[in-house]
T-cell receptor, first 114, second 113 residues
Framework: DAGVTQSPTHLIKTRGQHVTLRCSPI?????VSWYQQVLGQGPQFIFQ???????GRGNFPDRFSARQFPNYSSELNVNALLLGDSALYLC?????????????FGPGTRLTVL | DQQVKQNSPSLSVQEGRISILNCDYT??????FLWYKKYPAEGPTFLIS?????DKNEDGRFTVFLNKSAKHLSLHIVPSQPGDSAVYFC????????????FGKGTKLTVNP
C-alpha cells in the first residue's frame, strides 16, 4: 500500500516568491494535515482539512493557505516567501473514523528560501 | 507556551539495554498521545500511541506508559538496537487524535553497539 506522498522533494525559492506544495494521502484517508518543521523543533501544525473543508488552522500568517480536492489530495500555498519560511513541510493523513486515529506522515518537502 | 515538553534533547544507551524517553504535557484536554520516530531526511514514522483511558500500551519492544495525574508519559524500548537511533517525538491531541497534533521538540536517541 502506498503511503502519504509529497511533491516536490526539495525546492529552492527566493524571497517574495510563492510556492505550492502537494500531498496525496493514504488511500481511503479523508483527512489531511500540514505541518512545518524547522531545525531543532518539533512539527508545528498549519492546517487540517477533512472532506474538503478546513477543520483547523494553526498560528500562521495569511500568507499560508491550503485546499483539499475531491480526491482528498491537498495543496499548501505560501505567498510572499520570507527567509524564515525555510523548513521541512510535512503532510499527514488519517482515517478519521470514530474513535482514535493515528496520523501518518509523508517524507516532506524541504523548502529553502534564499 | 510549550504544551508538550521533551526535556532531554539527547539520550545515549548501549545496545541491548533499555531506552526510556520522557514527555510532559500541560493541557489536560489532551486525550490521545503518540510517539513518532524520525530519521534524517524522512518524515516522522508512527511508532505507538495510547489513549487517556489507558495507562500502558505495548507493541513488541515498545511500551508507552501514561501517568495522567502527573501529566507525564514515557516510551520504553527493550532491548535497544542500533537501528533505533533516531529522533523521537512525543505528540498529543484532543478528540481522539482527530484534531491537530502538538509535538515536543524531540529527543535524539543514540544506541551504541
Amino acid at each position: 500500500d502506498a503511503g502519504v506522498t509529497q511533491s516536490p522533494t526539495h525546492l529552492i525559492k527566493t524571497r517574495g516568491q510563492h510556492v505550492t506544495l502537494r500531498c496525496s494521502p493514504i488511500s481511503g484517508h479523508k483527512s489531511v494535515s500540514w505541518y512545518q518543521q524547522v531545525l531543532g523543533q518539533g512539527p508545528q501544525f498549519i492546517f487540517q482539512y477533512y472532506e474538503k473543508e478546513e477543520r483547523g488552522r494553526g498560528n500562521f500568517p495569511d500568507r499560508f493557505s491550503a485546499r483539499q480536492f475531491p480526491n482528498y489530495s491537498s495543496e499548501l500555498n505560501v505567498n510572499a516567501l520570507l527567509l524564515g519560511d525555510s523548513a521541512l513541510y510535512l503532510c499527514a493523513s488519517s482515517n478519521d473514523r470514530e474513535g482514535y486515529n493515528e496520523q501518518f506522515f509523508g517524507p516532506g518537502t524541504r523548502l529553502t528560501v534564499l | 507556551d510549550q504544551q508538550v515538553k521533551q526535556n532531554s534533547p539527547s539520550l545515549s544507551v548501549q545496545e541491548g539495554r533499555i531506552s526510556i524517553l520522557n514527555c510532559d504535557y500541560t493541557n489536560s484536554m489532551f486525550d490521545y498521545f503518540l510517539w513518532y520516530k524520525k530519521y534524517p531526511a524522512e518524515g516522522p514514522t508512527f511508532l505507538i500511541s495510547i489513549s487517556s483511558i489507558k495507562d500502558k500500551n505495548e507493541d513488541g519492544r515498545f511500551t508507552v506508559f501514561l501517568n495522567k495525574s502527573a501529566k507525564h508519559l514515557s516510551l520504553h524500548i527493550v532491548p535497544s538496537q542500533p537501528g533505533d537511533s533516531a529522533v523521537y517525538f512525543c505528540a498529543a491531541s484532543g478528540q481522539g487524535g482527530s484534531e491537530k497534533l502538538v509535538f515536543g521538540k524531540g529527543t535524539k536517541l543514540t544506541v551504541n553497539p
